[in-house]
């Protein structure tokens, strides 16, 4: 039996956010967009009072791992089902496919992903093929 996936929860009233830590690649986006509000050095490091509910919201549907997600208190957990596909290359990191996928893995065995999916380039993720961020431990570049 798999252990529980560790997830953390902070709520400003009118949402919840949802972290994640082993679905986090640490690509730092949460911190550049709202650095009043992430803050990996404090402790707790989400201070969602510092951002008003529309940017919490705007700022987590752009995590390149989605290891932070968002419900609005009012309703159930919101997705972005209407996506456009789209690839990015992140430098020295991992392949971002923005959009709705179907992933299927040996035996038919398939999984849903409906926002941002991070792949690793770099072949060193003990979660392939998703990216854990190991890209910058073993400093890999391109």
């Given at each position: 039996m798999k252990n529980a996936e560790k997830i953390k929860e902070y709520s400003n009233g009118e949402i919840t956010i949802f972290w994640k830590?082993?679905?986090?690649?640490h690509a730092g986006e949460c911190v550049k967009a709202l650095p009043k509000v992430y803050d990996p050095k404090a402790k707790p490091w989400i201070k969602i009072?510092?951002?008003t509910t529309d940017e919490l919201k705007s700022q987590i549907d752009k995590c390149p791992s989605g290891a932070l997600s968002y419900k609005?208190?009012?309703g159930d957990a919101l997705e972005m089902t209407n996506y456009e596909t789209k690839i990015e290359v992140l430098?020295?990191?991992p392949l971002l496919i923005y959009g709705k996928l179907?992933?299927?893995y040996k035996k038919d065995n398939q999984e849903q992903k409906n926002k941002v999916t991070a792949f690793c380039r770099c072949g060193a993720s003990k979660n392939k093929p998703y990216c854990d961020g190991t890209h910058i431990e073993i400093n890999f570049s391109d």
């Amino acid at each position: 039996m798999k252990n529980a996936e560790k997830i953390k929860e902070y709520s400003n009233g009118e949402i919840t956010i949802f972290w994640k830590p082993a679905k986090c690649i640490h690509a730092g986006e949460c911190v550049k967009a709202l650095p009043k509000v992430y803050d990996p050095k404090a402790k707790p490091w989400i201070k969602i009072e510092n951002a008003t509910t529309d940017e919490l919201k705007s700022q987590i549907d752009k995590c390149p791992s989605g290891a932070l997600s968002y419900k609005d208190n009012k309703g159930d957990a919101l997705e972005m089902t209407n996506y456009e596909t789209k690839i990015e290359v992140l430098e020295n990191g991992p392949l971002l496919i923005y959009g709705k996928l179907k992933i299927t893995y040996k035996k038919d065995n398939q999984e849903q992903k409906n926002k941002v999916t991070a792949f690793c380039r770099c072949g060193a993720s003990k979660n392939k093929p998703y990216c854990d961020g190991t890209h910058i431990e073993i400093n890999f570049s391109d």
